[in-house]
């Protein structure tokens, strides 16, 4: 079983930066597309950014530019580095491994809030 565990969350000011990290159990972590979504309250859970197996990367619109997808497989781990934040950011952030934005396995979630 895969067990994905988010850190890196908290309360940042407009225009500030914060990196999460989603760290991977198991050993089959290279082999999948690894994605990073965020759900604000009373809306739909939605894709951020995707970095595949092969490390192509593919953003939301509304990141584009402000955020950067990156993994390391030799540490199981994936990050996205959020610089220019803005209000609008708030949500909770959740890592998820599959195929493409299939996702067969959620992390747990953390918080971001963008606020002055």
């Known amino acids: 079983q895969v067990q994905l565990v988010e850190s890196g969350g908290g309360l940042v000011q407009p225009g500030g930066s914060l990196r999460l990290s989603c760290a991977a159990s198991?050993?089959?972590?290279?082999?999948?597309?690894m994605g990073w979504y965020r759900q604000a309250p009373g809306k739909q859970r939605g894709l951020v950014a995707l970095?595949?197996?092969?490390?192509?990367?593919n953003y939301a619109d509304s990141v584009k530019g402000r955020f950067t997808i990156s993994r390391d497989n030799a540490k199981n781990t994936v990050y996205l580095q959020m610089d220019i934040l803005k209000p609008e950011d708030t949500a909770v952030y959740y890592c998820?491994?599959?195929?493409?934005?299939?996702?067969?396995?959620w992390g747990q979630g953390t918080q971001v809030t963008v606020s002055s």
């Open positions: 198991g050993s089959i972590f290279s082999m999948y597309d």
């Open positions: 970095i595949t197996s092969g490390g192509t990367t």
């Open positions: 998820g491994l599959g195929v493409g934005t299939v996702v067969v396995h």
